[in-house]
């Protein structure tokens, strides 16, 4: 094989592969009732003039599944914290304690758990989109490939490793989507 098709192939798989990591960094936020640190994820400060993520300013733990506690390195920050935990609109309304604040989760009522499960599957759409461009990009590079001189068979079986990469990791997507809609709707 040609070294423009094994790297079309490498840039294909790597590409999906990343699509698929993106996903299931997005379905992380995505809460099925359960306290997690990663429900914070994206709550930022403004931290001495700097827009910083709150896990950077304090240490995030869920003692259990229906708390999460934020200790802040820094003592000063607490009501910061606070605030931007509140101004994220996460559902949560921080208890400052002095030194932590606690947040306490509160349960998924059927319609929340049926909101979330609608935005998993549009996020495993995005990824699907995703994983499909990625096929079109490489095919274009193989037909691009068969005018520049390298032989069709060889090209055809480009495309054919392209769409084999591309079914499975669309049936990846599928089951983590699956898994995740269990998950969520999981009382």
Sequence with gaps: MHEEIEFTI???????????????????????????????????????????PIEQTANISTPD??????????????????????????????????EILRIMVPPLTEERRRDLVKKAKNEAENARIGIRNIRRTANESAKKMKKDGIPEDEVEKLETIIQKITDENIARVEKILEVKERDIMTV
């Design 10 to 52: 490498e840039e294909a798989q790597e590409g999906m592969q990343l699509t698929i990591q993106h996903l299931e960094k997005e379905f992380q936020k995505l809460r099925a009732g359960k306290a997690s640190a990663q429900m914070l994820e994206g709550v930022r400060i403004d931290y001495y003039g700097v827009m910083t």
């Design 65 to 98: 599944a229906r708390q999460i506690i934020v200790q802040p390195w820094d003592k000063s920050v607490l009501g910061l914290i606070d605030k931007a935990i509140q101004a994220a609109n996460l559902g949560f309304n921080p208890k400052n304690e002095g």
